[in-house]
């Protein structure tokens, strides 16, 4: 891995916006700063089993997804966002969904009943 100037003439290191990198080498010189690869950017995840788990068990419920979303701790855009990136998810609420719909149980029959 070759070595890469910083713009350090002894002084201060130059800003980077000063030594007109372009963004391929910013990358290739964060890789060599880091070996063990670039850190992600942003709040971890909340897409584990768990929280997949208990929104699966609020939708088979017969909730809305708003009140499934609630439930799983979790905004509805961040169900939109996993659903983008987990394409497994959408057959999963499909499937709970229908099985709420062959037990008779919707959010219009709860409200009936309570």
Known sequence: ????????????ATPAHHL???QSEILDYMRFA????LAKAGRPTKYEPETVGRLLV????GL?????????????????????RHPELEVQLAEVRES???RGTSEHELFLLS
């Open 1 to 12: 891995m070759a070595d890469f100037d910083c713009g350090v003439v002894n002084g201060p």
């Open 20 to 22: 007109h990198l372009g």
């Open 34 to 37: 880091n070996p063990e690869g």
């Open 58 to 61: 609020a939708l088979a419920d």
């Open 64 to 84: 809305t997804i708003k009140q499934g979303c609630l439930a799983a701790g979790i905004g509805q855009s961040t169900l939109s966002d996993w659903l983008e």
């Open 100 to 102: 709420a719909r062959d």
